[in-house]
T-cell receptor, first 112, second 110 residues
Framework: NAGVTQTPKFQVLKTGQSMTLQCAQDMNHEYMSWYRQDPGMGLRLIHYSVGAGITDQGEVPNGYNVSRSTTEDFPLRLLSAAPSQTSVYFC???????????FGQGTRLTVV | RKEVEQDPGPFNVPEGATVAFNCTYSNSASQSFFWYRQDCRKEPKLLMSVYSSGNEDGRFTAQLNRASQYISLLIRDSKLSDSATYLCVVKIPNTGKLIFGQGTTLQVKP
């Protein structure tokens, strides 16, 4: 019953450090995406993927990279963390373009 | 104009009240619509999908008006446990992308 699993749940980074937020799903979903949630801003789309080997930018992609080498995994990379990237990050997946999405439990990232 | 707009509230209602949330969207090609619930510091969870004919799930009723590009959620007989943020979500065709409204906060008081 894993669903969508995100790791880590909490992370503190120093400005300029890099890290990868992991996201894995075991539901054989083709569609996966990353969102960030900031107070008063709602959830905003960072990057998304419609299948293995295919990724595209969302609304706020700057400072983030993604890859999709397998159906199951969709990691989000911060190459050089900035305080503006302090946020809560959610990964989501869905079976089809019209189906509901399932979310991971989120990663709370603080950049100091 | 935001792609999905909601009144952020907060809506403060007594137990047992009926409360309605509204949402408008700008992309007329959108085909899939959802209401999600988000509790403080937790992930969004699907409350219900929204169908053109309208649909009901217990105390919750969702309506879609494609002509006006308007979605609504009605909660009857509010419970304390309904206190949360309700997110209006529109899915963009052929991409799987979800566009979220800002969310409407509901606080149900005893």
């Amino acid at each position: 019953n894993a669903g969508v699993t995100q790791t880590p749940k909490f992370q503190v980074l120093k400005t300029g450090q890099s890290m990868t937020l992991q996201c894995a799903q075991d539901m054989n979903h083709e569609y996966m995406s990353w969102y960030r949630q900031d107070p008063g801003m709602g959830l905003r789309l960072i990057h998304y993927s419609v299948g293995a080997g295919i990724t595209d930018q969302g609304e706020v992609p700057n400072g983030y990279n993604v890859s999709r080498s397998t159906t199951e995994d969709f990691p989000l990379r911060l190459l050089s963390a900035a305080p503006s990237q302090t946020s809560v990050y959610f990964c989501a997946s869905s079976y089809s373009t019209q189906d509901k999405a399932f979310f991971g439990q989120g990663t709370r990232l603080t950049v100091v | 104009r935001k792609e999905v707009e909601q009144d952020p509230g907060p809506f403060n209602v007594p137990e047992g009240a009926t409360v309605a949330f509204n949402c408008t969207y700008s992309n007329s090609a959108s085909q899939s619509f959802f209401w999600y619930r988000q509790d403080c510091r937790k992930e969004p969870k699907l409350l219900m999908s929204v169908y053109s004919s309208g649909n009901e799930d217990g105390r919750f009723t969702a309506q879609l008006n494609r002509a006006s590009q308007y979605i609504s959620l009605l909660i009857r007989d509010s419970k304390l446990s309904d206190s949360a943020t309700y997110l209006c979500v529109v899915k963009i065709p052929n991409t799987g992308k979800l566009i979220f409204g800002q969310g409407t906060t509901l606080q149900v008081k005893p």
